[in-house]
């Protein structure tokens, strides 16, 4: 009976390694778990960069207004429209966190649903001030022109551009 027993253990003992092995692996570089703080998270592509985003956002403007061909007529309606557009600085998180860390769970969850909430109110209207001024500046383009402008935007959203797929497809 015995002999039985020692495969079962010895398959016992190698699945408990495998498992540990597994984690082993699969623990966060250091400096990238969960506490590595804003630093690390999301460098490797330079997307919370708030330079390099407004560097991608200056060019594609730029390309834009060459494509358009823009006249000096509306040369103000397009000054406002890219002023208003432009991506807000986002408030640092360190705070809130910090301050979030310190209360009981309970309060903690209420809080960060507050703070949800202040965000998303923040956010729609933010996403209503750009809505308006996109539709001002629109008005003022030519037929032509406002081809080019749907072109434009039309492959930054919807099913075939939109920001995950745009973000998949660089290969």
């Given at each position: 009976?015995?002999?039985?027993?020692?495969?079962?253990?010895?398959l016992?003992?190698?699945?408990?390694?495998?498992?540990?092995?597994?984690y082993?692996?699969?623990?966060?570089?250091?400096?990238?778990?969960?506490?590595?703080?804003?630093?690390?998270?999301?460098?490797h592509?330079?997307?919370?960069d708030?330079?390099?985003?407004?560097?991608?956002?200056?060019?594609?403007?730029?390309?834009?207004?060459?494509?358009?061909?823009?006249?000096?007529?509306?040369?103000?309606?397009?000054?406002?429209?890219t002023?208003?557009?432009?991506?807000?600085?986002?408030?640092?998180?360190?705070?809130?966190?910090?301050?979030?860390?310190k209360?009981p769970?309970?309060?903690?969850?209420?809080?960060m649903?507050?703070?949800h909430?202040?965000?998303?109110?923040?956010?729609?209207?933010?996403?209503?001030q750009?809505?308006?001024?996109?539709?001002t500046?629109?008005?003022?383009?030519?037929?032509?022109?406002?081809?080019?402008?749907?072109?434009?935007?039309s492959?930054?959203?919807?099913?075939?551009?939109?920001?995950?797929e745009?973000?998949?497809?660089?290969?």
């Amino acid at each position: 009976m015995r002999t039985y027993f020692k495969p079962l253990h010895t398959l016992i003992l190698a699945g408990a390694l495998t498992t540990l092995a597994g984690y082993s692996v699969a623990q966060p570089a250091p400096g990238t778990g969960p506490g590595a703080g804003p630093a690390a998270h999301g460098q490797h592509m330079g997307q919370h960069d708030p330079a390099k985003m407004q560097a991608r956002m200056t060019q594609r403007l730029a390309n834009i207004k060459a494509k358009l061909k823009i006249t000096t007529a509306q040369e103000d309606a397009w000054t406002t429209y890219t002023e208003a557009v432009k991506p807000t600085p986002r408030a640092s998180m360190a705070a809130s966190h910090a301050e979030l860390s310190k209360l009981p769970t309970p309060e903690r969850l209420d809080r960060m649903r507050a703070l949800h909430t202040e965000h998303m109110a923040v956010m729609t209207t933010r996403m209503d001030q750009r809505a308006e001024a996109t539709k001002t500046f629109y008005s003022v383009l030519n037929a032509d022109q406002k081809k080019v402008f749907d072109d434009q935007f039309s492959r930054h959203a919807g099913p075939r551009g939109g920001h995950h797929e745009r973000h998949q497809h660089r290969g």
